[in-house]
């Protein structure tokens, strides 16, 4: 009667220090049978009550478990391994699974404990990591392609400009030629100084600029293309700005790739409008009469919206990953090259879109107040 009882509150006891525990525990015989599962077993594997008398093969590999199970008798000590399970129902499919033989009477190997550590999290985490070492990996091998081909090609480039002008204009056929050479090799110059820029080759020469200076010059180059496209682009650049250190060349890069995006998102044409502005405490402390500011952190913020065909919302991270294109001839690099240059200046570039109305691409950059 009174060993009953203590046995009962053993039992009781086990449930309460396991029962929560949040890895899942399983104790099982020789044969494999699960004497006794946790509440986190069961969830783990979608189960409404305990795992009593099944096998655990029903639930781990059988090969695996059977070969743990057998060392861990053999060898007498405990044996762990990462086990990836189908896909149990709380999603997760990889686990650390120990198994720890014990003994109830002197007779150690006749029960074993099983627990399963869920560490998709880390593994996920591990492969997201491989897969950036290996971007990066291209990334470097992509610029160095970049900067061994980029300077004969700019020879190149340079020639072919002296003999389209050293020819005689009677000769139209050859110019012509020459024209569309020019242009090509200018296209893959392009592409390699964006290879070259996206692995970070190129200098970063920042200076304190007006924002305004890197917008301007690119809204006068699309002006052609927007007009062929029967894009309109209206601007609203304020004219109370603080200053910011930025590489001038590397952000017109930015605002022309997003300028450019935005044409080809309005294959039949639409509105592009593209918006500065400051979002500060510094205006409260600007000094209105001499159009200057005192110290202070904020941020100028340059927005092109247009018109076009939108983006999915489960788009709006992923259009920043290199070689993520939904066009026929793009490289899928425009963006990822824009957050690269944008990051690199302290700041954060993110798209906002409702699809069939249009996008909205916000740059963030810090202001640089300082004396
Ligand atoms: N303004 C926009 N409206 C709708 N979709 C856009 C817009 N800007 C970018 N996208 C989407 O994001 C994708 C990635 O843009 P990104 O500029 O990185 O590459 P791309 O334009 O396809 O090629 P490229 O390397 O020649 O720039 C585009 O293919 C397009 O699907
Ligand atoms: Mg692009």
Not at 202 to 208: A, D, G, I, T
Not at 297 to 316: C, N
């Amino acid at each position: 009667m009174i060993v009953a009882k203590k046995r009962s509150l053993d039992a009781q006891l086990f449930g309460r220090l396991f029962g929560a525990f949040p890895v899942a525990l399983a104790v099982i015989d020789r044969d494999l049978l699960i004497q006794y599962s946790n509440e986190t077993f069961s969830k783990v594997f979608g189960l409404k009550g305990a795992a009593l008398s099944l096998a655990v093969t029903k639930f781990l590999p059988f090969g695996e478990v059977e070969n743990l199970v057998g060392c861990a008798m053999s060898e007498r000590k405990s044996k762990e391994a990462e086990l990836q399970l189908g896909s149990p129902p709380g999603g997760s499919a990889f686990f650390r699974t120990t198994v720890i033989p014990f003994a109830l009477k002197g007779d150690l190997g006749s029960l074993f404990l099983v627990t399963l550590e869920d560490v998709s999290e880390r593994v996920r985490l591990e492969e997201q990591l491989l897969q950036a070492e290996k971007l990066s990996a291209m990334g470097q091998m992509a610029a160095s392609i970049a900067h061994e081909l980029g300077n004969p090609l700019s020879v190149m480039i340079t020639s072919l400009e002296y003999l389209r002008h050293a020819i005689p204009r009677s000769t139209r056929g050859l110019q012509e030629q020459i024209e569309i050479m020019e242009e090509n090799a200018k296209r893959m110059h392009e592409l390699l100084t964006s290879l070259a820029d996206m692995s970070g080759l190129r200098r970063f020469q920042p200076e304190k600029e007006d924002i305004r200076k890197a917008v301007i010059p690119v809204l006068f180059f699309v002006g052609r293309m927007a007009e062929k496209s029967k894009v309109t682009v209206k601007s609203d650049l304020s004219s109370e700005l603080p200053p910011c250190r930025i590489d001038l060349r590397q952000l017109k890069q930015v605002f022309l790739n997003l300028l450019k995006n935005a044409i080809e998102s309005m294959p039949k044409g639409g509105t592009i409008t593209v918006r500065t502005r400051c979002r500060c405490n510094l205006l409260l402390r600007a000094d209105m009469q001499t159009g200057s500011f005192s110290e202070g952190s904020g941020f100028v913020i340059v927005e092109i919206e247009d018109t076009g065909k939108g983006i999915p919302p489960s788009d709006l991270e992923t259009i920043f990953r290199p070689f993520h294109s939904t066009k026929k001839r793009g490289m899928g690099l425009g963006l990822s090259l824009c957050r690269g240059i944008i990051e690199n200046h302290g700041g954060k570039i993110w798209a906002a879109s409702q699809k069939g109305k249009g996008s909205c691409f916000i740059v963030e950059i810090p202001a640089d107040c300082g004396l």
